[in-house]
């Protein structure tokens, strides 16, 4: 059975965006799991994500206070569809970040990861895929905000990046 999840991070919210964007709630009602990589800013966020998802798996970032940090973990993990998955805020610089996430996630098939806001799709020599979905609510350099969308089957995952309209992102 395919597990369609959404892929989000960095939302800010209310800090960098009032709101996550309509489609990204119309994605989460058409998700079966929604992974969130840290930089919420709020329990209300948290509360409504967990409220609206049919599955929540996430993180703490290092921009969420003691009350978030209290309610998830640093490192967030489920196995889904045969495939040992695990949700982290920061992974340092680009520079090495595969040598180090292979080293650190031996145990891992998929690492969704935040803190960047610039969408990350590789794969280390021993098969770790590394995904950054960017963020829905704050472009920074990006001509974008951004999400993911996987598909999860049998051990397989198929990933698509979604730009938001510009109209819907908030710009610097």
């Known amino acids: 059975m395919t597990t369609r999840a959404l892929l989000i991070a960095d939302t800010h919210v209310p800090k960098r965006a009032k709101a996550l964007p309509a489609q990204i709630w119309d994605e989460v009602e058409a998700a079966d799991l929604v992974i969130h990589a840290g ?10 994500l967990q409220e ?10 290092n921009n ?9 973990p640093e490192v967030g993990t489920a196995v889904v569809g045969g495939v040992r998955i ?11 970040r ?8 031996q145990d891992k098939d998929l690492l969704v990861f935040g803190h960047s806001h610039i969408p990350w799709d590789t794969i280390t020599p021993s098969g770790l895929r590394l995904l950054n979905p960017g963020s829905p609510t704050d472009r920074r350099r990006q001509p974008y905000c951004t999400y993911m969308v996987a598909r999860i089957d049998n051990g397989t995952v198929d990933v698509e ?3 938001l309209p510009l109209r819907t992102s908030r710009t610097r």
Do not use: F, I, N
């Not at 930089?39 to 409504?48: N, T």
């Not at 609206?52 to 970032?61: D, E, I, K, P, Y």
């Open 64 to 72: 969420d206070g003691p009350g978030l940090r209290a309610r998830l």
């Open 98 to 105: 595969e040598a180090r996430m292979q080293d650190a996630y």
């Open 161 to 163: 990046l979604h730009q």
């Open 52 to 61: 609206r998802s049919h599955t929540l798996l996430a993180c703490w970032g």
């Open 39 to 48: 930089d919420w800013v709020s329990e209300d966020l948290l509360d409504e």
């Open 86 to 96: 695990a949700v982290v805020h920061e992974t340092d610089a680009a520079k090495g």
